[in-house]
């Protein structure tokens, strides 16, 4: 018996991945496309997409910036604080703290011709909402990736949620507390990183196609290590570098 647990395990968190990721795709199918035409919009008025999200949530700024086949006209939003390998106690009083979300939002200065996405699972801690309630104060529109169920449990720690500022909500339905495993009684195997990536994915492959039916060719980053990859992603570095303080950092 004891030979049979972890395919048992395997399978079983298998399912529910997929179940919930069928769920992604019912319950956002049109908003992935309202999405979609908000970060064209940015990106062919030569815009920025302005990206936040705190503790693992951070995960999900990382997919979108300098990735292969992602976006180059990306600014992730944050700050040292909300890190959580700098100080995991530290990020979490951070994206508790009011005040931060809202001047890391005004450092960054997004216009209307931008677009924000702010990733964060519950949508209730202070820093993700003062991010989204910020930008959307300065005419950006702003996507919502969060979870409706995960919010629902969530102690609201902010006088708002993220979603109350959205243009457009991609729900991920992350269940609350993130984990799904074991079934009878989830303690791990949390799901919401999968599911955000997933949803920030389905954007991406939704924009593409609106970009090919309106003849715009979108600033894509190629991986670095395939013929001619560091030549295309210089003169991208040459163009958004100026804009996008994490593209020239250095250490």
């Known amino acids: 018996m004891a030979e049979d647990t972890p395919g048992t395990a395997r399978d079983g968190y298998a399912q529910r991945v997929r179940d919930l990721l069928d769920r992604v795709d019912t319950g956002s199918g049109e908003a992935v496309g309202r999405a979609a035409e908000l970060v ?10 302005y990206v936040a999200g705190s503790g693992h949530s951070l995960a999900l ?16 939003l944050w700050d040292p604080a909300i890190v959580p390998l700098s100080g ?27 677009a924000a996405v702010v990733f964060s699972t519950s949508g209730r801690n202070p820093y993700p909402v003062e991010v989204a309630r910020e930008c959307a ?29 959205a243009a457009v909500v991609l ?14 009684a989830p303690r791990t ?19 593409d196609d609106l970009a090919v039916a309106h003849g715009v060719e979108l600033p894509r980053w190629t991986s670095a290590n ?26």
Request: hydrophobic share 45%.
């Open 88 to 114: 995991a106690r530290r990020s979490t009083r951070a994206e508790r703290r009011e005040g931060l979300g809202a001047s890391v939002v005004a450092e960054a200065a997004p216009t209307v011709r931008d």
């Open 61 to 76: 700024v990382y997919e979108t910036f300098y990735r292969a086949g992602g976006l180059a006209a990306v600014r992730p």
């Open 137 to 165: 104060a300065r005419g950006v529109p702003v996507i919502a990736v969060t979870s409706a169920a995960a919010s629902e449990g969530a102690a609201a720690r902010a006088g708002s949620r993220v979603v109350d500022h």
């Open 189 to 207: 195997a949390a799901v919401s990183t999968i599911l955000s990536a997933y949803a920030w994915s389905l954007l991406l492959a939704a924009l």
């Open 40 to 49: 064209l919009g940015a990106v062919g008025s030569d815009g920025l997409v």
């Open 226 to 251: 395939v013929p001619g990859g560091d030549g295309r992603n210089a003169a991208l570095m040459e163009r958004y570098g100026p804009r996008v303080p994490g593209l020239v950092m250095e250490v």
């Open 171 to 184: 729900d991920t339905a992350v269940p609350p507390g993130d984990a799904v495993y074991p079934p009878e």
